[in-house]
């Protein structure tokens, strides 16, 4: 069996998620199964590990699962990472620009340059995708990942970018965010849940990472940024509006 935590896999998480993971682990243990001990590197073919057969626990975005993996994988639980102005669970993309520039509200980017992470992502495109297409008429720049749209905006390859407010979070506290600013929020929509194979009972995944949650000590879900995990029902993740502009 395999277990990744690869969305919010960022230098400053790597201890706390390897202890999230054995604490997991250890109530997996006493439930009679058994699990690995340590989570599996970042994997670099995501669809390929999520839909992997031996595929024990993993978390993805909401838009890969309604698009791809629906059917193919089990819905264990939702972190709920405490988004401020969010229902528990749920989460919302902030779009980012320069501290300098002179540009306050979103109408006023429509067409400039927008830097997103890529075209399958929720937060980094078909939120905004589907709330404000008109914005998004200008050039536009694929980078592979929320920091690289983060870096990409502060270093003037783009003006705009709508990043995960978990990732924001994240690069704020390590200093990667310095230099921009906040002008738009997205409306609040489910978070990036854990999923498991079908072969795996996820009542069991979900009371395990319960119980694990519980005995984190308070640093670590401060780093984490986990304040529990709740059960969000498939049908919120299918009805994600779909983009109404193409990243092309």
């Given at each position: ?8 896999a ?5 201890a706390?998620?390897?202890r999230?993971w054995?604490?997991i682990?250890?109530?997996?243990r006493a439930l009679?199964l058994?699990?690995p001990?340590r ?16 595929l024990l626990l993993?978390?993805t975005?909401?838009r ?9 994988v089990?819905l ?6 405490g988004v ?6 749920h ?6 620009a320069?501290?300098d520039?002179?540009r306050?509200r979103?109408d006023?980017f429509?067409g400039?340059?927008?830097?997103y992470n ?10 905004l ?5 008109d914005v998004?008429r ?5 980078t592979?990942?929320?920091r690289?749209?983060?870096l990409a ?12 407010a978990v990732?924001?979070r994240?690069?704020?506290?390590a200093?990667?965010a310095?230099g921009?600013?906040i002008?738009h929020?997205?409306e609040?929509?489910?978070g990036?849940?854990?999923?498991t194979?079908?072969r795996?009972d996820?009542?069991q ?13 308070a ?5 984490l940024g986990i304040n ?16 109404k502009v193409?990243?092309?």
């Amino acid at each position: 069996m395999i277990a990744a935590l690869p969305m919010y896999a960022f230098p400053r998480t790597a201890a706390a998620d390897a202890r999230f993971w054995s604490a997991i682990a250890d109530a997996l243990r006493a439930l009679g199964l058994q699990p690995p001990d340590r989570l599996t590197l970042a994997p670099t073919d995501l669809m390929a590990h999520w839909t992997d057969p031996e595929l024990l626990l993993s978390q993805t975005c909401g838009r890969p699962y309604k698009d791809h993996l629906r059917g193919k994988v089990y819905l264990v639980g939702t972190p709920d990472y405490g988004v401020k102005g969010c229902p528990a669970g749920h989460y919302r993309s902030l779009v980012v620009a320069r501290n300098d520039d002179r540009r306050e509200r979103l109408d006023d980017f429509a067409g400039a340059r927008f830097a997103y992470n890529e075209a399958g992502s929720q937060s980094g495109w078909a939120a905004l995708a589907a709330e404000a297409p008109d914005v998004l008429r200008g050039p536009k720049l694929a980078t592979g990942s929320h920091r690289n749209s983060t870096l990409a905006v502060r270093g003037g390859r783009a003006d705009f970018a709508s990043i995960d407010a978990v990732t924001l979070r994240h690069l704020t506290s390590a200093s990667e965010a310095t230099g921009l600013k906040i002008v738009h929020g997205t409306e609040p929509r489910p978070g990036l849940p854990f999923i498991t194979s079908t072969r795996n009972d996820p009542d069991q995944l979900f009371n395990a990472v319960a119980s694990a949650l519980a005995s984190l000590s308070a640093a670590d879900r401060d780093v984490l940024g986990i304040n529990g995990i709740v059960r969000i029902p498939a049908e919120a993740y299918l009805a994600l509006p779909d983009p109404k502009v193409s990243a092309a």
